[in-house]
Structures are given as structure tokens and as C-alpha cells.
């Protein structure tokens, strides 16, 4: 089995509660991807996620507001109550992203800070992201208390010392598409040397779809591709990979245990 551990089935080309959307859960199905995250990244959106997706069994939410949609307002109340669906298993995607959106760091940074401070009060793992925010993502982190309710830190395109900062705050890594990139030698000597019990796959959907696909949409289907890039990365069987990135998703997103009854 393996679970593609962060999508936005709300933003692939299918529509509302329609048999597409249904088949391509089920594409996903045969390729052996038995469950998905679907990842909220804007507050005024999440209504229209749940909507979308949660007559799916096999779907997990968040709840969050990405660095980039923070523009929007963070209302923390709001979200407190999304995060009360018996469905959401995170808080997030949250984070901090300088590389496209440098001039709103301070509101990035107030809004991470709510966001890990919510995450504490619901007792939910984080899903973050980061990009270019290596030392204010692993400072917040640490300041706000994090490693209480731990996370991951997902789409990972940093190095390695981030990386081990973040693990040892208990954080997950977890590894998109990005990986069977032609440029992504670094990325690829991170991955290699990431424990198998702090290892997650993903998709990151629609977007980013792994070698053979690029240039398609990405779906969760795919993450089966990405999952045997990183078992021949790390000198893995793939069946092996797939059953410790499973165990750990269910570790770490315990609400997500319950409901699958695992």
C-alpha cells in the first residue's frame, strides 16, 4: 500500500462530485495508493474542498492557509472550526515562502506563528512549507513549541542540515516529484540519507508530475512513480518503501489511523 501524503484534489480537472474525480481515486487505487491527504492552502477555500471530496472514504483533509494566500486574512477562529471536521487530521499548509513573496514576510511570519499555535491547541501535526525561509521556518519551529504536535515538511527542496534540524524536532520529510528532476542532485543526496522512519511520498498534485509524466497534470496515481525512484535512490525494494512510508503517515497523522482503523 502506499498514501500519497499531500494532493489538492480540489484543483485537478474533475469536476465536483463527479465520477472523474471518483476515477481517478480509483487510477490511483490500482496502482496500489489506497489513501490520500488533500491539503487546504486557502482559508476561503475549504468549504468548497470538503465539499469536493469528503463523500471519498479513502480522503483525508487539512486545514491551513499557505504562505502564498495569507494576503487573503487569517482568521484563526474560522480555521479552528474547519480543524474540528472529523476528517482534518493536520493544520496546514502553512510555512513561509521569501522566494515568491518576499514582501509579505512579516504577515508570513504572523501567520506560521497562529498556525503552529492552533496546531497546539488541536493537537494536530503541521504540514509546512518552505522555501528560501530556512532559518525563521526551523527559529518559529522551535519557538512556537512544534515539536509537541510534530509534522512534516513537505515537497522538501532544501539541504540536508535543514533537514536534520527538522527531524529533530521530530518533523518528517517528505518527498515529491521533484525528486526524478534532471537538476535535482542535491535533492537526491538528502533524500538517500533521510531515515526510513522519518521518510514520507507524495504528489503535491496537480502539480510537478515525476518523470514519465512531466508536463501532464499530476494526480495521485503518480506518487507510485515517485515511490520507486526513491526506492532505487536509496537501494530499497520498493514493496519495503512502500510499507514504511505507509506506517510512518499513520504515526504521524494519528487521526487519520483512527479513521482508516489501522
Not at 43 to 68: C, I, T, W, Y
Not at 214 to 240: C, I, S, T
Request: hydrophobic fraction near 40%.
Amino acid at each position: 500500500m502506499l498514501i500519497d501524503s499531500h494532493c489538492h484534489l480540489d484543483r485537478l480537472k474533475a469536476g465536483p462530485c463527479d465520477t472523474s474525480l471518483a476515477s481517478l481515486l480509483g487510477a490511483a487505487k490500482t496502482r496500489g495508493v489506497d489513501y490520500v491527504l488533500c491539503v487546504n492552502v486557502r482559508q476561503k477555500g475549504f468549504d468548497a474542498m470538503r465539499e469536493r471530496v469528503e463523500m471519498f472514504d479513502n480522503v483525508f483533509l487539512s486545514s491551513g492557509v499557505h504562505p502564498l494566500d495569507v494576503k487573503e486574512g487569517l482568521d484563526v477562529a474560522e480555521l479552528k472550526a474547519f480543524a474540528s471536521h472529523p476528517k482534518v487530521v493536520a493544520i496546514g499548509e502553512t510555512g513561509l515562502d521569501y522566494y515568491y513573496a518576499d514582501e509579505s514576510r512579516e504577515l508570513q511570519l504572523q501567520c506560521f506563528e497562529q498556525q503552529i499555535a492552533l496546531a497546539r491547541e488541536v493537537n494536530k501535526p503541521l504540514i509546512v512549507h518552505t522555501r528560501d525561509a530556512r532559518e525563521d521556518t526551523i527559529r518559529l519551529l522551535k519557538d512556537g513549541g512544534a515539536e509537541q504536535v510534530g509534522g512534516v515538511l513537505h515537497c522538501f527542496t532544501e539541504n540536508w542540515e535543514m533537514a536534520k534540524a527538522a527531524m529533530d524536532l521530530g518533523f518528517y520529510i517528505s518527498v515529491s516529484g521533484i525528486v526524478t528532476f534532471k537538476n535535482a542532485a542535491e535533492l537526491r543526496e538528502v533524500i538517500r540519507k533521510v531515515p526510513k522512519d522519518r521518510l514520507l511520498v507524495e504528489t503535491d498534485s496537480p502539480y510537478l508530475a515525476p518523470v514519465p509524466h512531466r508536463g501532464q497534470e499530476n494526480q495521485p496515481a503518480y506518487v507510485r512513480d515517485v515511490a520507486e525512484f526513491v526506492a532505487e535512490l536509496r537501494g530499497e525494494k520498493f514493496a519495503e518503501l512502500a510499507e514504511f512510508t505507509t506506517r510512518n503517515f499513520f504515526t504521524l497523522f494519528k487521526d487519520a489511523a483512527r479513521l482508516a482503523g489501522r
